[in-house]
């Protein structure tokens, strides 16, 4: 009855475990932003500007609404009545009726079309450009979630590699090999490390759940550290620079921007010529009818859109003193980038064989100690020393890693892998 019980307890263990494993979403990079795009909450609320934008092209292709207009006058002193007719006959009032319809001139309703086409190609750049920033909070917080795990994956190897030696030296210290001291200070170092293992733990939850927002899911998430994220990045500087300045999503929305000061230039031209509204008027007058045309236009003496026709000239002007200042910003920020990127690669590099001559220190001081050979202080160094060198490792692939995700960020290619 034991043996079935233990076995049918680890069974459900097992079980238990893989429905935890599948409840809960392992995210490459790549897996991370093409969730993004499609759950965050943020984007979600930026889409209907798009849908805005398309009903203002609805509005911009009506036609003026015919004007019905009704005028009755009723005769009201009895005494001027016709005789015998009383005061709801049809020779006791004069009825107006006029139907009239505006005239847009000039090209209005054409230039209005295509303002409002040319403000949709801005606001879907908008929207791109949106993505783009939302994707590099995204690769940032799943970076985050990776180097916390990364930090924890290092304090499990240190603390285990402690604890087991905190058992070794407990059974020395009864064989009397070793003093007190010396166990209390392994025992010391054992509990420093499931400190901060806990912090670490926490430190995770508190990224995963801030990264699971920024996806726009409930589940429980974590990611996959084994995900290099390498993306195809142009050879040279030169290349990243001419294709972003075809491709990133703030030059092309500055461009469209310009387009649209384009439009709105011959659009407020256009409306400096009046609108006439024509129409016509049937009047019957005491029964006696009346048939006649009607025409307005209002005369340009004094309003001739003067303010708006120089105002849309500012916003060209503004638009493209944006464009310069964009295109300026992508070349500083790519430059920075690209420099950057080269440099934390090199320091990986560099760090590789530090990381490796610092585990085989430690191995050989640790040997040393257990036979005898060298105190508890060096070996407790070559622990301390060896850690700190895994973390400042894991530092600097953090950084290489940040400045692989700014220059796709700054190139635009962050959208690219999106997809």
Request: aromatic share 10%.
């Given at each position: 009855m034991t043996f079935l019980f233990k076995h049918t307890f680890l069974i459900f263990c097992s079980l238990l475990l893989c429905s935890v494993a599948k409840a809960q979403s392992s995210y490459t990079l790549q897996q991370a932003l093409q969730?993004?795009?499609?759950?965050?909450?943020?984007?979600?609320?930026?889409?209907f500007n798009i849908g805005i934008a398309q009903a203002d092209i609805i509005t911009a292709r009506l036609r003026p609404n015919l004007v019905l207009n009704n005028q009755t006058l009723q005769l009201i002193q009895p005494a001027q009545f016709p005789a015998n007719t009383p005061w709801n006959n049809g020779q006791n009032r004069q009825v107006w009726w006029q139907l009239t319809k505006s005239i847009q001139l000039a090209g209005q309703?054409?230039?209005?079309?295509?303002?409002?086409?040319?403000?949709?190609?801005?606001?879907?750049?908008?929207?791109?450009?949106?993505?783009?920033?939302?994707?590099?909070?995204?690769?940032?917080?799943?970076?985050?979630?990776?180097?916390?795990?990364?930090?924890?994956?290092?304090?499990?190897?240190?603390?285990?590699?402690?604890?087991?030696?905190?058992?070794?030296?407990?059974?020395?210290?009864?064989?009397?090999?070793?003093?007190?001291?010396?166990?209390?200070?392994?025992?010391?170092?054992?509990?420093q490390y499931a400190v901060q293992y806990k912090t670490a733990l926490q430190e995770i939850s508190n990224r995963q759940k801030e990264l699971s927002f920024l996806l726009g899911t409930r589940d429980s998430i974590s990611i996959d550290t084994e995900d290099d994220f390498l993306f195809r990045i142009p050879p040279n500087i030169d290349s990243l620079l001419t294709q972003s300045l075809k491709t990133r999503s703030d030059i092309l929305s500055a461009q469209s921007l310009i387009e649209v000061a384009n439009s709105n230039i011959k659009l407020q031209k256009s409306l400096a010529y009046p609108q006439p509204e024509l129409g016509l008027i049937y009047n019957p007058q005491n029964t006696i009818p009346y048939f006649g045309i009607y025409a307005t236009i209002d005369l340009p003496f004094f309003d001739r859109n003067q303010g708006e026709i120089k105002k849309s000239f500012l916003l060209k002007e503004q638009a493209e003193q944006h464009f310069h200042k964009t295109q300026s910003q992508l070349q500083t920020e790519i430059t920075t980038a690209y420099a950057?990127?080269?440099?934390?690669?090199?320091?990986?590099?560099?760090?590789?064989?530090?990381?490796?001559?610092?585990?085989?220190?430690?191995?050989?001081?640790?040997?040393?100690?257990?036979?005898?050979?060298?105190?508890?202080?060096?070996?407790?160094?070559?622990?301390?020393?060896?850690?700190?060198?895994?973390?400042?490792?894991?530092?600097?692939?953090?950084?290489?890693?940040?400045?692989y995700i700014q220059l796709l960020y700054t190139t635009g290619l962050i959208n690219q892998l999106a997809k």
């Open positions: 969730t993004a795009r499609v759950n965050n909450a943020a984007l979600k609320t930026e889409q309703r054409k230039y209005k079309i295509d303002v409002a086409n040319k403000q949709l190609a801005f606001t879907e750049k908008n929207y791109t450009e949106t993505e783009r920033n939302l994707f590099a909070d995204v690769a940032a917080k799943w970076l985050e979630v990776w180097t916390a795990k990364k930090q924890l994956d290092i304090l499990t190897i240190a603390k285990a590699n402690i604890d087991s030696l905190v058992m070794t030296n407990q059974n020395r210290y009864k064989n009397q090999v070793i003093t007190q001291t010396e166990l209390y200070r392994t025992e010391l170092l054992s509990k950057s990127y080269q440099l934390q690669q090199q320091n990986v590099h560099n760090f590789q064989p530090v990381v490796q001559q610092s585990q085989t220190i430690l191995n050989h001081v640790k040997y040393a100690y257990l036979k005898g050979g060298t105190t508890i202080i060096d070996f407790l160094e070559a622990q301390r020393s060896w850690l700190e060198t895994q973390q400042q490792y894991y530092d600097a692939l953090q950084q290489y890693r940040q400045s």
